[in-house]
Structure formats: structure tokens, C-alpha cells
């Protein structure tokens, strides 16, 4: 696939390669309920609806030259179709941000007459060998034409039928969407099935899923094959998500980068003084950092979900204080292995039977992750703690820290 017209803030090729996916899932949007789309396969976009469909994308930023015979990505294009079967069980789509030029106006159409098209190509192809045999006669250390000869020999190179049955198989699609259309295109063909104040965040859902499909076929996790119904299923989990009664579930598969892994330093020491071990530890940051990220994205897309959170950390701390104050009374004058024991089976329900004690935020949301780590937050906090003397224990650090 190539690029052109160089934004100043992003490298097109990268920009280019992620739109192949961008654009499987418009294009997926739009085919029939049994459609199949794959990325880097037999072409940079393989749609099986019907027929199989390969799509050669020549992405743009900006205003890119208008498409003519002479283009170096067409003739790339022709150089991986001349090697395909052209039975008419596969047709080869080209997708451009540029202009058609009039000399290629009757690939954006099936079932016309393009002899005079295919002699133009022949005429085309036969020029670029000319011109490189002559520039060798000539002895000239630099060949022209060096990104598309290959393109115009794959085509001479197929017999006069042969050049024929590919020409009618190819479809030109110019003045496409690019990278920036996206979300724009996605609300053109879905948007009509969506509540619109619940559009925006759907879409912007609905395309991180399938980046994250994207990046998964590629790397071998996933079949390559991304069906039209998980899309269509997913689409379905989002919308049941954003209603009021339910809530989305922005980071329960994700895990931190970088610098923030969700290790706070208090609830790092109310793990120590139970002895944890670094199990736990991890664990507990884990859930942490997904909890603290999907509760402030809830926030920011609606604020009144801060009230909402409040009384429900309130519930956590209840139900917390109903386990934690009887347990400290049955260590009352033990020994300290006992009360660190104690207080470590406070720290494992926090994490394994809490979530079935504590009712959902949502009755329709039931991911643990939530109330895991919100706890872990209130241990950061010092609300809450495992130990039974985890209230002195974080007096004496605060004395020791300043010191």
C-alpha cells in the first residue's frame, strides 16, 4: 500500500497501515450478515461476501495527485492481481483518496466494454519496458520507472484473455474517506440503529475493540478472519452498556503502561503487614489501576457517576467493617502470627468473596475488577485496612515519614 501527501505530525506509512483496518470495519459495516474481512492477507483488505474481494488501499492525507494511468500504486496493484485467478470468483478493488482521471473512468463500474482501456494499459506497460531496455542499451546506472516495471511486465506478461478477464475484474473506488472520516462514515451506515446522544460513544467503543481484534490477528492470537457478526454482537454488548440501568466496561481486559501500574505505597505496606507476598501484591495493583482508570473515564463522560461512586464506596466500606470488626475482637491478647493471618483472610475476601457479597454497582454490570479495586484504593486511602492494627501501623509510618 502506498501513501503520500506527508502530514507534518504523523508518519503516513504508519497512519496508511492503520487505516487498513479503519477501513475493513467501514467496509464490514456495509456487507451482508455472513461477511468476512481479513487484514494483510491477499491484499491489504480481503472482504469475503459472495465473491472474495481483495482491496489495494492507497491512503491520503491532504490532496493526493489525481489517479491516472501512470500511478506507481495502481501498477503495484496489477503486479499481486496478475498472480491471482481470474475466474471471476475474486475481483481486485482499488481504493484511493484522489481523483479518477477520465482515461481510467470505467473501473469505477462492472459489466462495461473496456477494450480501449486494456490497449491504453497495454500501450502504458509496453512504454515503461521500452524506456528501461533503452536506458540499459544506453548504459545508464540509474533504470526508470523502477517502482512500477515490475507492475507492466506481470501484465504483458499474462496473455491477451488473460489481460482482458483481469481488466473486468478490477474496481476503482476514488475520492474515498481517509483516517480522519472514520467515526464519520461508521454513524453514516450504523448511526440510523443508534440513540443519538449515545452515538459518539459507541463508535469510539466499538473502534477500539476492533483495533484491538485488528492487532490480534496479525500477531496470531486470533484467527485472521474477523467475522461481521462479532461486530454486530459486540455492537449489541455496547448499546445494552450505555444505557442508564448499565455501565460500560472501558478497562476490564486492559492492563497499565508505562509509569502508572497502579501500586499505591500505603496499600503496598497494608499488603506487607498481613504478608501478602508479591502475588497478591500484583494482583491487587492490577485491579487498582483498572478501577481508579474506569472510574474517572465514567466521570468524565458523565459527572453525576462521582455521586453515584461516592455512597458506593461508602457501601464498600460497610461491608468492609463488617467482616474487619469482629475479627478484630477475636484477636484480642493473640499473638501477632494470629492477628497477621486474620488480617491476610481479610485482604483475600477483599478480592475473591467480596465480589459476591457486594451487590454490582449495576445490576447488569458484573465485573469484579470494581469492587477489587476500589477497596484497594480505600487501603491507599487508609479507610480501610487488613491488619488489625493497620490504624497505628499508618500513624507510625506517617511519624516515620516525617521525620
Known amino acids: 500500500m502506498s501513501t503520500s501527501s506527508r502530514p507534518q505530525s504523523a508518519d503516513p506509512s504508519a ?16 456487507a451482508s450478515d455472513d461477511a468476512v474481512v481479513s487484514i494483510e492477507t491477499a491484499d491489504d483488505v480481503e472482504v469475503q461476501d459472495g465473491i472474495t474481494s481483495l482491496h489495494q488501499i492507497k491512503h491520503s492525507l491532504g490532496a493526493p495527485a489525481t489517479l491516472s494511468l501512470v500511478d506507481v500504486g495502481l501498477w ?32 469505477t463500474e462492472r459489466g462495461n466494454d473496456r477494450t480501449a482501456l486494456v490497449t491504453a494499459m497495454l500501450g502504458e506497460a509496453m512504454r515503461v519496458r521500452l524506456e528501461r531496455a533503452q536506458a540499459k542499451a544506453d548504459k545508464k546506472k540509474k533504470l526508470p520507472h523502477e517502482k512500477r516495471f515490475r507492475g507492466c511486465e506481470a501484465f504483458l506478461n499474462l496473455s491477451i484473455p488473460q489481460q482482458s478477464r483481469l481488466v473486468n475484474l478490477i474496481r476503482v473506488v476514488p475520492d474515498s474517506f ?44 486470533r484467527k485472521r478472519q474477523i467475522a461481521k457478526l462479532e461486530v454486530q454482537t459486540h455492537l449489541c454488548k455496547l448499546v445494552n452498556e450505555h444505557y442508564p440501568e448499565s455501565l460500560p466496561n472501558h478497562f476490564g481486559l486492559k492492563t497499565p503502561e508505562g509509569d502508572d501500574t497502579g501500586l499505591g505505597r500505603i496499600m ?19 485491579a487498582r489501576w483498572r478501577a481508579r482508570n474506569q472510574r474517572e473515564r465514567w466521570i468524565k463522560d458523565d459527572i453525576s457517576m462521582a455521586a453515584t461512586l461516592i ?93
Open 178 to 221: 481517509d483516517a480522519t472520516q472514520v467515526s464519520a462514515r461508521l454513524q453514516t451506515a450504523l448511526g440510523s440503529c443508534l440513540p443519538p446522544k449515545l452515538r459518539e460513544q459507541i463508535f469510539e467503543r466499538l473502534i477500539e475493540w476492533w483495533d484491538r481484534q485488528v492487532a490480534l490477528s496479525l500477531l496470531g492470537t
Open 268 to 286: 503496598e505496606k497494608q499488603i506487607e503487614w498481613v504478608d501478602g507476598g508479591k502475588n497478591r501484591l500484583a494482583r491487587a495493583a492490577l
Open 311 to 403: 455512597d458506593y464506596d461508602m457501601q464498600l466500606k460497610e461491608k468492609w467493617s463488617d467482616r474487619f470488626g469482629p475479627m478484630c475482637d477475636d484477636c484480642d491478647g493473640k499473638a501477632e502470627k494470629e492477628r497477621t493471618g486474620a488480617g491476610l483472610l481479610i485482604l483475600e475476601w477483599s478480592h475473591i468473596s467480596a465480589t459476591t457479597d457486594i451487590a454490582p454497582i449495576r445490576e447488569s454490570w458484573p465485573h469484579s475488577f470494581l469492587i477489587q479495586g476500589s477497596l484497594q484504593q480505600l487501603a491507599e486511602e487508609g479507610e480501610v485496612g487488613w491488619h488489625p492494627d493497620y490504624v497505628d501501623k499508618l500513624k507510625a509510618l506517617k511519624k516515620e515519614g516525617d521525620k
Open 76 to 107: 503495484k496493484a496489477i503486479l499481486n492481481w496478475s498472480g491471482r485467478p481470474h475466474d471471476g470468483t475474486e475481483e481486485f478493488v482499488f481504493v484511493t483518496c484522489a481523483s479518477l482521471a477520465s482515461e481510467l473512468a470505467l473501473l
Open 15 to 30: 497512519i496508511g497501515y492503520y487505516f487498513q483496518g479503519q477501513y475493513a470495519l467501514v467496509v464490514i459495516s456495509t
